[in-house]
C-alpha cells in the first residue's frame, strides 16, 4: 500500500486557503498512485488556533470546509485533522482527526494525550478521548494518533505525563500500522530526539509507524515539518524535506530506502537558521506585509537580522537604516553602509544629533543638571524607535527588532526604544549561537563583514561603551542563562557547577526584576527549549528570591 505524507503549512484560520491546499495535495496523491493521504494535526485550521477555538461560527466553518474537502476523496482516502464538536460532559471540543473516503466522513479520532506545558494549552479547549482508535483500510488495522499520543513512551531519564500510553495499547489491539499526524514545533536538535524515540517505539512494540508533521511558522513557533517513515524494525526508512511542504510518497509493501525518499534533514546551527528564515517569511506573509525595516548599528545582532530578513524576503523587501548618534564610532557606521551593500537591501542614514540635542534641552529645566546616566543613554534608543515607527507607518513596512536572548534575559535593552517592533527575529537566539549563525552565513563568503563579528559588542550609548562594562562574558552568561532559564536549576545548583557565586546571583536577579520588560517584548521565533513568550508564564510582581 502505498501512503502520502502530506507535509501542509496552514496559515491558522485560513480555512478556503488551507481547504485548498489539501485538496491539491489529495489531487497529487492520488495522481502518485497513493491509496492513503496523511495530513498534519488540525490540519484544516492550523495549529496553535488557540481562542478561534471558542468562535462556534469558526467551528461550524470548519466541519463545513472538512465535509467539503470530502468530497474530492473519491479514488483516494485521506485523513484530515480538525476541531470537532463533543456534546457530552467536559469541554466542547475534540482535537480531531476525520478518515474522508468515497466522498463522505467515515470514521473520527479523537487526540487522548493533551500537552499543557511550554507552548501547549490544549486542556483549554478539548476534551481527551478514553480509548485508542482503529480504523480498518485495505485489508489493514491502522491506529491513528495525533502527535502527543506517541510521546509518553516510558523512558528512564522522564517521568511519564500521562497514564495512558496509546503506543502500548494500540500494539495490544494488534494494529498493522500506527499513523501519528503532529503539529510539533522546532527546537534545536528536537528531530533527532523524535527520531530516536520512534525508532525505539517500533522496535518494541514490533509495529511501522508514519509520522506527518506541519511545517511553517506561526506567530512565535516554527515547525520543520521532516515527516517520516519507520518499518516494525525501527528503521528509517522514508524522510520528507524539512522546513518546506513536501509530499512524501511511501509504499508499505515495498520499505527499502532506495525505493522510498529519505532527505538529510539541517543539523544544529544550519538548522537554527532554516527556522529562523522561515518563521520570519511566514509571520510577514501571513501577516500580510510585503516589506520590513530594522535598524543596522553596525553590531551582529542587527547584521545577522538583516541577513535572515533579505533570504526570507527578498534584499528589495529590506530596508536598514543606520543612524548615528554622537557616540557612534565611524567603523560602525562603515560596516552597517558595508553589510547594506553586501545583502543588496535598501539603506538609509538618518543622524539622530538633532532630535537628542533637543530632548536633553527640553528636559534640562527639570533633570537640573543632574550628572548623565542611563536615562539620557536611553534618549538615543527611544529617538530612534520613534524613527523606525515613522518609517514603518509611511510605508507599511513590518519594523523587526534586533535584540538577542541574552540581553532580553537580563534586561539589556530599552522599553520603547530597540525593544520596539513587531517581530523580535533573534530573542530566543543567545549571544553565543548570534555569532556561530553569523559565521555560519559567511559560510562561502563575506557577506557580515568580518569586523562587524571580530569587534567586542557595544551598545554605543555612552563613550567608549562595551558589553562587558554591565555584562559576564557572553560565555558564562549564555551558560548560566541555559541553567536557570531553560532547566530551572537553582542558584546553588548553578554555583555548584563552578561558577563565581557573585556572578550567578546577579544574573538571576536580573533576569527575575526585568520580567515585566519582556512582558512588552514583541513576539519572537521559538528556537530552543524555553523561549521568553507565551510558553513562560512567570509572575511580574514576585517575590520569590531564594539564597
Known sequence: MKIALAQTNPTIGDLKANSAGIILRIQQAAQAGAQLVVFPELSLIGYPPKDLLLKPRFINDNITALENIA?????????VGFACPHTGTGRTLHNAA?????????????????????????????????????????GRRIGLTICEDIWNEPRPTQRPLYHAQPFAQLAQARVDLVINMSASPFVIGKHQFRLDLFAQQCRKHQLPLIYVNQVGGNDELVFDGNSCAFTNTGHLVAQAKDFQEDLLIVDLDNPDPHCNRVENPLQDVASVHAALVLGLRDYVQKCKFK???????????????????????????????????????????????????????????????????????????????????I??????????????????????????????????????????????????????????????????????????????????????????????????????????????????????????????HQTVKRIITLVDRNEYKRKQAAPGLKVTSRAFGFGRRMPIAQNYHPT
Do not use: W
Not at 466522498?103 to 494525550?113: D, H, P, R
Not at 568580518?450 to 554591565?470: G, N, V, Y
Open 98 to 138: 476525520a478518515l474522508l473516503q468515497n466522498k463522505q466522513v467515515v470514521a473520527t479520532y479523537y487526540k487522548q494525550l493533551l500537552p499543557t506545558y511550554d507552548v501547549f494549552d490544549e486542556s483549554r479547549y478539548f476534551e481527551p478521548a478514553q480509548s485508542q482508535s482503529v480504523i480498518e483500510f485495505q
Open 291 to 373: 516589506s520590513v525595516v530594522l535598524g543596522l548599528s553596525g553590531g551582529i545582532d542587527s547584521a545577522l537580522t538583516a541577513a535572515i530578513a533579505a533570504e526570507a524576503l527578498g534584499p528589495k523587501n529590506v530596508l536598514g537604516v543606520a543612524m548615528p548618534s554622537r557616540y557612534s564610532s565611524p567603523h560602525s557606521v562603515a560596516d552597517a553602509r558595508q553589510l547594506a551593500q553586501n545583502l543588496k537591501i535598501n539603506y538609509h542614514e538618518i543622524p539622530i544629533e538633532p532630535a537628542h540635542a533637543a530632548l536633553e534641552q527640553m528636559l534640562d529645566p527639570i533633570f537640573q543638571n543632574l550628572p548623565p546616566d
Open 71 to 79: 468530497q474530492h476523496c473519491q479514488n483516494i482516502a485521506a485523513v
Open 375 to 500: 536615562t539620557e543613554e536611553n534618549l538615543q534608543a527611544r529617538v530612534r524607535a520613534n524613527i523606525l515607527m515613522a518609517l514603518s507607518n509611511k510605508f507599511g513596512h513590518l519594523l523587526l527588532t534586533t535584540g538577542n536572548k541574552s540581553e532580553l534575559a537580563v534586561g539589556y535593552c530599552t522599553m520603547y526604544g530597540d525593544m520596539a517592533g513587531g517581530l523580535a527575529v533573534i530573542s530566543d537566539v543567545p549571544k553565543t549561537l548570534v555569532y556561530k549563525i553569523s559565521k555560519y552565513i559567511n559560510r562561502n563568503s563575506e557577506i557580515i563583514p568580518d569586523s562587524t563579528i571580530t569587534k567586542p559588542p557595544s551598545a554605543e550609548l555612552r563613550p567608549d561603551q562595551l558589553d562587558s562594562d554591565s555584562l559576564p562574558p557572553y560565555d558564562t552568561l549564555d551558560q548560566i542563562l541555559q541553567l536557570y532559564v531553560e532547566q530551572e536549576q537553582s542558584q546553588d545548583e548553578i554555583i555548584a557547577q563552578g561558577f563565581d
